[in-house]
């Protein structure tokens, strides 16, 4: 999570060289660099966003290896960034924060986040996702309910200019922070009203439609173009954004 997350299995594998991980439930989790704190919070954080994420997607992997590194080996990663994750068919990570572990009102939310990525990219992985990428940060960031105000996003919004689908993932890619973060607020801002408009299951449907061609999904699944589902998504962002 931050606006210049990244996913980067190869820094995951050199980190996971050599941890020996405490399993427990769904989790392995290990401490590098860092002081290894025994919080029954993280424990419980964990199990609650994975209760919560599998819940709704039913796809998070059985096991999880969950790494803490240090804010210094963070840093290196991206002073904005507390956590990121790694998928890949055999083997899923989430990285924290050392500092974030013991903030009980950001934790769940990048462990919702997280966890969010990793249920995401398993159903993705059953097609070409190249037209879907740009849904993943917003959809992380609605599951993980990250407090954000709607009227606030907007105005963001407006500000900035509307993206299309290609831009919003091409800003979320961004390592300048205050692009990325313009594509955060746009992907999640038009997930958020998908699901406010034809209820929670479309996520979960689009990501699961073979159809590799995001239009053709969108259109399949809910009888509107996604043209016209973007010009509706426009217009509202452009009425509360101004008020
Ligand atoms: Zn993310």
Request: charged fraction near 20%.
């Amino acid at each position: 999570m931050g606006w210049t997350a990244v996913s980067c299995a190869l820094a995951l594998t050199l980190l996971l060289a050599g941890t020996a991980s405490a399993d427990a439930g769904h989790f392995g989790i290990s401490f590098r660099d860092c002081p290894e704190t025994a919080s029954s919070g993280l424990q419980a954080a964990l199990d609650a966003a994975y209760g919560r994420v599998n819940g709704t997607f039913g796809t998070c992997p059985d096991h999880v290896e969950v790494v803490i590194i240090s804010d210094g080996a963070m840093d290196k990663v991206g002073k904005h960034v507390d956590s990121f994750s790694g998928w890949n068919k055999e083997f899923s990570a989430i990285v924290l924060r050392n500092s974030s572990i013991n903030n009980c009102s950001s934790l769940p939310v990048l462990a919702s986040h997280e966890l969010t990525h990793l249920a995401v990219n398993e159903m993705l992985s059953k097609k070409d996702p190249s037209e879907y990428h740009w849904m993943e940060e917003g959809i992380c960031t609605w599951i993980s309910r990250e407090p954000l105000d709607d009227a606030d996003v907007s105005h963001y919004i407006v500000g900035h200019g509307f993206l299309d689908t290609a831009g919003i993932y091409d800003a979320i890619k961004s390592e300048d922070c205050a692009v990325s973060k313009n594509g955060y607020m746009q992907s999640y801002s038009l997930v958020k009203y998908m699901e406010r408009r034809y209820g929670l299951e479309i996520i979960k449907k689009l990501l699961e439609c073979p159809e590799e061609s995001f239009d053709a999904a969108f259109l399949q699944c809910t009888g509107v173009s996604f043209a016209s589902f973007y010009g509706d998504w426009k217009t509202r962002v452009m009425a509360s954004g101004r008020e």
